[in-house]
């Protein structure tokens, strides 16, 4: 069982920036592909970055491109996402996520088997 919690979220105004952090249970960390999702009030969760075991390739959603980006530190058992220019439509609560699968997309909800509690982000106009 890997316990993921997420911290970092808040209130900012658009176009500013925020550093979340997903810090696992798991001391083989390094075993496990790591995504951040996103859910906005009264829509699905969707994809927003994904990263390897190694942090050597990672993944992202469109919307993000340019503006947000995943790292992973495999000594601390940490997964980062790094947000600039926030704009109002990046208003959601923000899960990070863990899988242990080998192969397989990395945009895909069902792909990753534990998740964490969420941290809600709220960017104001």
């Known amino acids: 069982q890997v316990h993921l919690v997420e911290s970092g979220g808040g209130l900012v105004q658009a176009g500013g920036s925020l550093r979340l952090s997903c810090a696992a249970s798991?001391?083989?960390?390094?075993?496990?592909?790591m995504g951040w999702f996103r859910q906005a009030p009264g829509k699905g969760r969707e994809f927003v970055l994904g990263?390897?075991?190694?942090?050597?390739?990672?993944y992202y959603a469109d919307s993000v491109k340019g503006r947000f980006t995943i790292s992973r530190d495999n000594a601390k058992s940490t997964v980062y996402l790094q947000m600039n220019s926030l704009k109002p439509e990046d208003t959601a609560v923000y899960y990070c996520?863990?899988?242990?699968?080998?192969?397989?997309?990395?945009?895909?909800?069902?792909?990753?088997?534990?998740w964490g509690q969420g941290t809600q982000v709220t960017v104001s106009s």
């Open positions: 996520a863990a899988s242990s699968l080998s192969g397989g997309s990395y945009y895909q909800v069902g792909q990753y088997d534990y």
């Open positions: 798991e001391r083989t960390f390094n075993a496990y592909r």
């Open positions: 990263i390897s075991r190694s942090g050597g390739s990672t």
